[in-house]
């Protein structure tokens, strides 16, 4: 939907204090160095003292560049308290001539206000998979749950139709003029200088050295890398946890942001020392720290992609964050291994039922492409099966992918934050040497374990887990919910649950964290939105 909104383009003249609702600082590689209006750190501050204080800020750019004005704006907090929101993949049409991965997408940072953010809920319409016409996303037992005027808005927008040398299309334009709370959104462009990042500096041994390798060691990542040769690994995967108090059995995750950003620059230290001269780095992360490690890694290896693992989450809140960022580098600019025929995905417009997969394979329907920097065919383990005791766990699809596509056989794959060991295993799978390490003597035995399994049988066995059904399902619960939602036409209060419901409250409050969750995640407030519009249609 196209919403009306007043736009200034930047100049010292325009910029007054706190006037806009929405600054958008576009990277432009077109501004020649003479007419540059300001260096970074002055144009930031200009955006920053343009927007109103619960406005919204954007930087659009190449990932390789906008990460370094989002940390900049975050820098300057101090000057109005605007912090990291979301980096929005914004899909491109393909942009091939670059070896390795198609660069497919432009990077869309929103920063906002730390305590008063507002944004409108946008919904995109839903899209269908070309084979069984079925919709994309596949709901299973979540079909009640399904908006018909379509998807919440996630954080990588598939729906538009832009250049990816298009400096700020009228379309993206469009679409953030429409996440603004008010009518008619005054919006101030900024351009942005592109500017020519320096070239990473080598600093260690560039020799390749020799290591003990199919090892898992307990004990400090840190201090187990220092011991590590410079130039010993041929692919390093860090997949750290992400300062989301998430419950491991020792580590603690929950440190202030600059205290979690300072340890990571010291492991991601050691992993580029420790890289042979063709070897690869990849880094999970969410994407909020992710751009200072990319402002980080830079000094020190070649940038490759900004991968977005768009992973399927479930739609929540106004925009839903949907993917980790895996930051690819290497140590030399064009010397490293990667392996074409592996770098293939599937379609985005088909969905991925296996009923459907079948048939397609049947009927010989192709339904793959070339591998871009949005990956989309791998979503997280879902069930319980599949996983172990452990709060983040990764699909070893994802590891197979990575192994698959920047390694030969033989070589050592490094991982420092072992987990249930899928790098491990992924590697000792596909007839690579494998070395990690834990802080935590359970997932260390769990990878030793399962290691000697696969070993042993060639699989690792999985026992499932016949857990004790509960009475009310979460969904049956949901639809409660929902029923007293258009019962009462407004939302239900604890209260009308102990006297209207047909399950006692205690019910919901097990099944969910809180009240306010289980409303949540009924999606009750879209119901109630739509049964006001009935009412005014009938009035
Ligand atoms: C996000 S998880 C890795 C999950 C893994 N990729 C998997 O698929 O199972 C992070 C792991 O890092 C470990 N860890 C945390 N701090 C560590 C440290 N200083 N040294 C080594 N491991 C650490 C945690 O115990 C946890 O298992």
Redesign the pocket.
């Known amino acids: 939907m196209q919403k009306r909104c007043i736009i200034d383009n930047y100049s010292p003249q325009v910029v007054s204090e706190s006037h806009y609702d929405i600054v958008v600082g576009y990277v432009s590689s077109q501004l020649p160095l003479d007419e540059l209006p300001a260096g970074r750190s002055e144009l930031v501050g200009s955006m920053l003292r343009s927007v109103s204080p619960s406005g919204l800020v954007f930087v659009y750019g190449e990932p390789d560049m906008a990460p370094y004005y989002s940390t900049e704006i975050d820098g300057q907090s101090q000057v109005k308290d605007f912090v990291f929101k979301y980096y929005i993949a914004v899909r491109t049409l393909p942009r091939y001539g670059k070896e390795g991965l198609v660069e497919s997408h432009k990077a869309l940072i929103l920063h906002t206000p730390r305590d008063t953010f507002k944004m409108s809920k946008v919904r995109i319409p839903h899209s269908y998979c070309r084979a069984c016409g079925q919709n994309l996303r596949d709901w299973g037992g979540k079909k009640h749950l399904m908006h018909p005027a379509g998807v919440a808005l996630s954080d990588v927008w598939k729906d538009l139709s832009v250049l990816y040398d298009e400096e700020l299309p009228a379309d993206v334009l469009d679409r953030i003029s429409s996440l603004s709370p008010k009518e008619t959104p005054r919006i101030l462009l900024v351009r942005l200088p592109r500017e020519i990042l320096p070239s990473p500096t080598i600093e260690h041994a560039v020799d390749t050295m020799q290591v003990d390798a199919n090892r898992v060691i307990l004990g400090?990542?840190?201090e187990v890398m220092r011991q590590l040769p410079a130039g010993s690994v041929d692919l390093a995967f860090a997949?750290?946890?992400y300062n989301l108090d998430k419950a491991?059995f020792?580590?603690d995750d929950s440190r202030h942001n600059e205290e979690y950003i300072s340890w990571c620059e010291q492991w991601l230290f050691e992993y580029q020392r420790i890289l042979k001269p063709t070897g690869s780095l990849f880094v999970v992360n969410l994407p909020k720290w992710a751009v200072h490690h990319k402002t980080y890694l830079d000094k020190y290896l070649h940038f490759q992609n900004w991968i977005v693992w768009d992973a399927l989450s479930e739609p929540r809140g106004r925009l839903m964050p949907a993917h980790y960022t895996i930051l690819y580098y290497t140590r030399h600019q064009a010397e490293y291994v990667f392996n074409k025929e592996h770098a293939i995905q599937m379609s985005p417009d088909f969905c991925m039922r296996s009923s459907c997969i079948r048939t397609r394979k049947k009927q010989g329907i192709s339904d793959e492409v070339t591998l871009s920097d949005i990956w989309w065919d791998i979503p997280r383990i879902k069930h319980k099966k599949f996983r172990d005791v452990?709060p983040?766990?990764?699909p070893e699809k994802l590891m197979e992918k990575i192994i698959a596509l920047c390694t030969k056989p033989g070589d050592i794959v490094f991982d420092?934050?072992?987990?249930?060991?899928?790098?491990a295993l992924a590697a000792k799978k596909m007839g690579r040497r494998y070395l990690t390490?834990?802080?935590?003597k359970y997932?260390v035995d769990l990878t030793l374990n399962k290691l000697e399994l696969l070993d042993k049988w060639g699989i690792i066995p999985r026992v499932s887990t016949n857990r004790e059904r509960p009475v009310v399902t979460k969904k049956e619960l949901q639809l409660e919910l929902l029923r007293l939602t258009n019962q009462l036409g407004r939302l239900p209060t604890e209260a009308d649950v102990k006297s209207h419901s047909k399950y006692p409250l205690e019910a919901y409050l097990v099944a969910f964290p809180s009240f306010g969750k289980a409303l949540r995640a009924a999606k009750v407030h879209g119901q109630l939105s739509q049964i006001s519009q009935e009412l005014k249609m009938r009035v």
């Not at 420092?416 to 790098?423: L, S």
């Not at 390490?437 to 935590?440: A, E, F, K, L, R």
């Open positions: 400090d990542c840190i997949d750290p946890p491991y020792s580590y452990h983040c766990q990764l420092a934050f072992c987990g249930t060991g899928t790098t390490i834990d802080i935590d997932y």
